[in-house]
């Protein structure tokens, strides 16, 4: 129900744009964030934004990466500039479709490599 699209491999220092586009419009998603995860680690809230379009950032990126919204595309994208090796993970996008607070509909995952 969500097709998360943009990774690859790049090396430190470049850009990524990934793209989520979910099976139904985004008009009807409270709030569609991006995660990622590691082997071995917790999957971690990279950022998240609203219907009304409202985000929240992760410190760990803030500055770095940004998350928006093309209505007209029906997609949400998360714009990763100034990439560091340790932002290296698989990435998920996932939907708060009513505003329950936590996410009950996740994509299958893209894989960034950021080689330094």
């Known amino acids: 129900q969500l097709q998360a699209s943009g990774g690859g491999l790049v090396q430190a220092g470049g850009s990524l744009r990934l793209s989520c586009v979910p099976s139904?419009?985004?008009?009807?998603?409270?709030?569609v964030a991006w995660y990622r995860q590691t082997p071995g680690k917790q999957r971690e809230l990279v950022a998240s934004i609203t219907s009304g379009g409202s985000t929240n950032t992760a410190d760990s990126v803030k500055g770095r990466f940004t998350v928006s919204r093309d209505n007209a595309k029906n997609t949400v994208y998360l714009q990763m500039n100034s990439l560091k090796p340790e932002d290296t993970a698989v990435y998920y996008c996932?939907?708060?479709?009513?505003?329950?607070?936590?996410?009950?509909?996740w994509g299958q995952g893209t894989l960034v490599t950021v080689s330094s």
């Open positions: 139904r419009t985004i008009y009807s998603i409270y709030r």
């Open positions: 996932a939907a708060d479709p009513t505003g329950k607070g936590y996410y009950d509909i």
